[in-house]
């Protein structure tokens, strides 16, 4: 089927007494014929990009977008008398968490607009992410049947399935192909686990809790299943090419490990060539490290997967026997090497009863990559400064991209053809003509403020629907919007808030421009501390939404269930976006760059890629504040009482109690109460206020308020936040995958 077919038969289809459900379907069924026309045979060489989190959001859109007939179906359903915005009831592929899935969602999108041999690999969660509900300010966890509605982009591949064994039982794992189309049709492939209940369980939820032992047993299960079945697929393709012949593996193969999750990838290729094959153990961990490459995504010591030995050796008795070689192996590399025993600890895969997957990636792949330029410097210099110092040419810094299809032509239409005006639609192909925009901004300065102003009301109308809340037109929206951590702070954005609320009601914030505070996040369901704080920030709202005093001109919104389509909505419509991570600790970050290219000002601390966004569109038109890395590290090492900031600021001091003196409740959870402490007095697992929130408050509340105040001065505002956009092509995916492609995986069209 060619393009003009597509759309002929989209112009016979026949509406009416339709449901959308149906109309859906169809229309989504047509161009998955039209999509998978431009098949092409397999490249070469091909990269596979392992990921346990693809966040791919809801496809119909894009997938419309990426074929170049969006704006003809949407077209052709007016004349049909249907507003092709129904489809939005029609809810994501929610099988990620954040930042990690929507980045590798936005890698296989870029991968395909270049036409670049990338396929991913994954899990098809029956549920994926929960079904986030608020009820009395608390998260309520449920269940998210994304495929309620079915699912027309993917195809079950039932004469591809494999077989995954475990120790006490053994499962079937039946192949989901995703389409990702663009210059090239690339596949995402997403495996079901099949079989028993007990082997079922493994592809029905995203993350389960692992506080228990059955927990963590699941969690392995997952990460090896995927693992295998992959790696198992790629060897079975290669021995029918070449017979059992390897030594061209590597050639023909390159494998991007996204974080610790698929590490045990490693170990099954280990497995698979020297147990099925009689591959040589040397012969085999060559074959592997020529053939994986690896990114690191944290330096959160408790993100950094470590499996316990005997769960493993119950589990996975083979993959427990080859990392106990490894092991070995390792060390006695590094005695050559004439490490110091201190070094080798270090860089230990095996200690303590525990395997490291991050250190196992990172000895047996050829390249490690950070995501930010300081993320990538941290990684040499404080978490794997030894392997640095040993193996420095494995380093590489790459960070982190958006794509642009998605992230603004999709999701700010208005935006995007105020650009095509300006500087021409050849940015659309070619995001580094963006750049272009920097001649014109003070001319389409009032344009902009006029689509920003539309943005805001549909974002607005959105709110209304799906939260029940009406915000005034007029507001300028400050937005939170990504996992909840404690490190992200969004615990220092409530005690901001309550700080500007005390000083408009005593009068001591003058000139206050109507604000309203968006929060979007999920916190893992075992996260109490998480959770929380999202009851924190609900009775912030609560209070401060009914003061009719001030509601004027101060709101407050957390809003349910935060996914990628509430994401598009909120990203064109913001004009700050708040990225306030203790410093050193956010890896890149990529909201970030989404609210950069739709013309937002961050308002954050120097940290992650927030570094490189100021340097790309100037500190001038940015709002920079809080401690950087050099003065955390001081901080730890010299030490900070949090008590003395209490006692000689009565603000903070106003906002801080607020947790324990009955001014808001916790439902008699004792929450509040162990937040304050966490904050004052500490844990037995950490020194009070750990991540620097009330060290960083001051200047983050002074921050908060210039913003304010320069707002009233809306067309220079407008030029920051149209510099912002105009110096955002480089956080494109599209530069990032180029990147990769080049210097790791060296795949070409």
């Given at each position: 089927?060619?393009?003009?077919?597509?759309?002929?038969?989209?112009?016979?289809?026949?509406?009416?007494?339709?449901?959308?459900?149906?109309?859906y379907?169809?229309?989504?069924?047509?161009?998955?014929?039209?999509?998978?026309?431009g098949?092409k045979?397999?490249?070469?060489?091909?990269?596979?990009?392992?990921?346990?989190?693809?966040?791919?959001?809801?496809?119909?859109?894009?997938?419309?977008?990426?074929?170049?007939?969006?704006?003809?179906?949407?077209?052709?359903?007016?004349d049909?008398g249907?507003?092709?915005?129904?489809?939005?009831?029609?809810?994501?592929?929610?099988?990620?968490?954040g930042g990690?899935?929507?980045?590798?969602?936005?890698?296989?999108?870029?991968?395909?607009?270049?036409?670049?041999?990338?396929?991913?690999?994954?899990?098809?969660?029956k549920?994926?992410?929960?079904?986030?509900?608020?009820?009395?300010?608390?998260?309520?966890?449920?269940?998210?049947?994304?495929?309620?509605?079915?699912?027309?982009?993917?195809?079950?591949?039932e004469?591809?399935?494999?077989t995954?064994?475990?120790?006490?039982?053994?499962?079937?794992?039946?192949?989901?192909?995703?389409?990702?189309?663009?210059?090239?049709?690339n596949?995402?492939?997403?495996?079901?686990?099949?079989?028993?209940?007990?082997?079922?369980?493994i592809?029905?939820?995203?993350?389960?809790a692992?506080?228990?032992e059955?927990?963590?047993?699941?969690?392995?299960?997952?990460e090896?299943?995927?693992?295998?079945?992959?790696v198992?697929?790629?060897?079975?393709?290669?021995?029918?090419?070449?017979?059992?012949?390897?030594?061209?593996?590597?050639?023909?193969?390159?494998?991007?490990?996204?974080?610790?999750?698929?590490v045990?990838?490693?170990?099954?290729?280990?497995r698979?060539?020297?147990?099925?094959y009689r591959?040589?153990?040397?012969?085999?961990?060559?074959?592997?490290?020529?053939?994986?490459?690896?990114?690191?995504?944290?330096?959160l010591?408790e993100a950094?997967?470590?499996?316990?030995a005997?769960?493993?050796?119950?589990?996975?008795?083979?993959?427990?026997?080859?990392?106990?070689k490894?092991h070995?192996?390792?060390?006695?590399?590094?005695t050559?090497?004439?490490c110091?025993?201190?070094?080798?600890?270090?860089?230990?895969?095996?200690?303590?009863?525990n395997?490291?997957?991050a250190?196992?990636?990172?000895?047996?792949?050829?390249?490690?990559?950070?995501?930010a330029?300081?993320?990538?410097?941290?990684?040499k210099?404080?978490?794997?400064?030894?392997?640095?110092?040993?193996?420095?040419?494995?380093?590489?810094?790459k960070?982190?991209?958006?794509?642009?299809?998605r992230?603004?032509?999709?999701?700010?239409?208005?935006?995007?053809?105020?650009i095509?005006?300006?500087?021409?639609?050849?940015?659309?192909t070619?995001?580094?003509?963006?750049?272009?925009?920097?001649p014109h901004?003070?001319?389409?300065?009032?344009?902009?403020?006029?689509?920003k102003?539309?943005?805001?009301?549909?974002?607005?109308?959105?709110?209304?629907?799906?939260?029940?809340?009406?915000?005034?037109?007029?507001?300028?929206?400050?937005?939170?919007?990504?996992?909840?951590?404690e490190?992200k702070?969004?615990?220092m954005?409530?005690f901001?808030?309550?700080?500007?609320?005390?000083?408009?009601?005593?009068?001591?914030v003058?000139?206050?421009?109507?604000?309203?505070?968006?929060?979007?996040?999920?916190?893992?369901?075992?996260?109490?501390?998480?959770k929380?704080v999202?009851?924190?920030?609900?009775?912030i709202?609560?209070?401060i939404?009914?003061?009719e005093?001030?509601?004027?001109?101060?709101?407050?919104?957390?809003?349910?269930?935060y996914?990628?389509?509430?994401?598009?909505?909120?990203?064109?419509?913001?004009?700050?976006?708040?990225?306030v991570?203790?410093?050193?600790?956010?890896?890149?970050?990529?909201?970030?760059?989404?609210?950069?290219?739709?013309g937002?000002v961050?308002?954050g601390?120097?940290?992650?890629?927030?570094?490189?966004?100021?340097?790309?569109?100037g500190?001038?038109?940015?709002?920079?504040?809080?401690?950087?890395?050099?003065?955390?590290?001081?901080?730890?090492?010299?030490?900070?009482?949090?008590?003395?900031?209490?006692k000689t600021n009565?603000?903070?001091?106003?906002?801080?109690?607020?947790?324990?003196?009955?001014?808001?409740?916790?439902?008699?959870?004792?929450?509040?109460?162990?937040?304050?402490?966490?904050?004052?007095?500490?844990?037995?697992?950490?020194?009070?206020?750990?991540?620097?929130?009330l060290?960083?408050?001051?200047?983050?509340?002074?921050?908060?308020?210039?913003?304010?105040?320069?707002?009233?001065?809306?067309?220079?505002?407008?030029?920051?936040?149209?510099?912002?956009?105009?110096?955002?092509?480089?956080?494109s995916?599209?530069?990032?995958?180029k990147?990769?492609?080049?210097c790791?995986?060296?795949?070409?069209?």
């Amino acid at each position: 089927m060619d393009r003009t077919e597509f759309i002929n038969q989209l112009k016979k289809l026949n509406t009416n007494e339709k449901t959308t459900v149906e109309l859906y379907h169809e229309i989504s069924s047509l161009a998955m014929n039209y999509g998978l026309s431009g098949l092409k045979k397999p490249a070469a060489r091909n990269a596979y990009y392992l990921s346990i989190e693809f966040l791919i959001g809801r496809s119909f859109f894009n997938n419309l977008l990426e074929l170049g007939v969006l704006e003809e179906t949407r077209q052709i359903l007016s004349d049909k008398g249907i507003d092709i915005n129904v489809f939005e009831e029609i809810e994501d592929a929610a099988l990620g968490n954040g930042g990690l899935g929507r980045l590798a969602a936005c890698f296989l999108d870029s991968a395909a607009g270049l036409g670049l041999p990338l396929q991913g690999y994954g899990i098809r969660y029956k549920y994926g992410l929960f079904k986030q509900a608020v009820r009395n300010g608390f998260q309520v966890e449920l269940p998210d049947d994304w495929q309620r509605f079915g699912d027309p982009w993917s195809q079950r591949k039932e004469g591809e399935k494999r077989t995954v064994k475990f120790a006490d039982m053994t499962v079937t794992a039946v192949p989901y192909d995703m389409p990702v189309f663009g210059k090239r049709v690339n596949t995402l492939r997403l495996w079901q686990a099949e079989g028993s209940a007990e082997a079922e369980k493994i592809s029905e939820y995203l993350y389960p809790a692992d506080d228990t032992e059955e927990g963590k047993i699941l969690r392995l299960r997952q990460e090896y299943f995927f693992s295998a079945a992959s790696v198992g697929e790629l060897v079975e393709k290669h021995l029918k090419k070449y017979g059992k012949s390897f030594g061209n593996f590597s050639e023909e193969n390159a494998i991007q490990l996204n974080d610790t999750h698929p590490v045990l990838a490693i170990v099954e290729l280990i497995r698979i060539l020297t147990a099925e094959y009689r591959v040589g153990f040397a012969d085999a961990c060559e074959i592997a490290q020529k053939t994986f490459s690896y990114t690191n995504h944290t330096v959160l010591p408790e993100a950094l997967e470590c499996w316990n030995a005997e769960l493993l050796e119950k589990i996975l008795p083979e993959i427990y026997a080859i990392l106990l070689k490894l092991h070995l192996k390792q060390k006695d590399e590094l005695t050559k090497l004439h490490c110091t025993q201190e070094e080798i600890s270090e860089m230990a895969i095996y200690a303590s009863g525990n395997f490291s997957m991050a250190n196992l990636a990172v000895y047996i792949v050829h390249t490690v990559n950070g995501v930010a330029k300081l993320h990538t410097d941290i990684l040499k210099n404080s978490l794997f400064r030894t392997a640095y110092k040993y193996y420095p040419k494995k380093f590489q810094n790459k960070t982190n991209g958006i794509t642009q299809r998605r992230w603004l032509m999709l999701c700010n239409r208005e935006l995007s053809e105020l650009i095509d005006r300006t500087i021409g639609k050849n940015w659309r192909t070619d995001i580094s003509a963006l750049s272009g925009l920097n001649p014109h901004i003070e001319s389409i300065a009032d344009e902009f403020i006029r689509i920003k102003t539309e943005k805001k009301r549909q974002l607005f109308e959105y709110i209304a629907q799906h939260e029940g809340t009406v915000i005034p037109n007029g507001f300028i929206v400050y937005s939170q919007v990504k996992r909840l951590h404690e490190y992200k702070r969004q615990l220092m954005t409530a005690f901001a808030i309550l700080e500007i609320y005390k000083g408009l009601k005593d009068g001591t914030v003058r000139n206050f421009q109507p604000s309203v505070f968006l929060f979007g996040a999920k916190s893992a369901p075992s996260y109490k501390r998480a959770k929380a704080v999202i009851k924190f920030i609900n009775e912030i709202a609560d209070k401060i939404n009914s003061d009719e005093q001030t509601n004027g001109l101060l709101r407050v919104i957390f809003v349910q269930n935060y996914n990628v389509s509430y994401a598009e909505k909120i990203v064109a419509g913001t004009d700050v976006s708040l990225q306030v991570s203790t410093a050193g600790l956010e890896a890149s970050g990529t909201g970030n760059m989404k609210f950069m290219m739709n013309g937002a000002v961050t308002c954050g601390t120097m940290d992650g890629a927030n570094i490189e966004i100021v340097e790309l569109s100037g500190r001038e038109n940015n709002y920079i504040f809080g401690a950087e890395v050099d003065e955390i590290e001081r901080l730890k090492e010299e030490g900070y009482n949090p008590l003395e900031l209490l006692k000689t600021n009565e603000l903070h001091r106003y906002a801080v109690s607020a947790l324990i003196d009955g001014t808001f409740t916790d439902g008699g959870t004792g929450c509040f109460k162990e937040l304050y402490e966490a904050l004052t007095v500490g844990a037995t697992w950490h020194k009070p206020d750990h991540y620097f929130v009330l060290h960083d408050l001051q200047s983050y509340v002074a921050a908060l308020l210039k913003i304010n105040a320069d707002y009233t001065q809306r067309k220079a505002f407008a030029v920051k936040q149209l510099k912002n956009t105009a110096n955002s092509a480089y956080f494109s995916s599209d530069r990032t995958i180029k990147e990769y492609s080049d210097c790791i995986w060296k795949i070409m069209e």
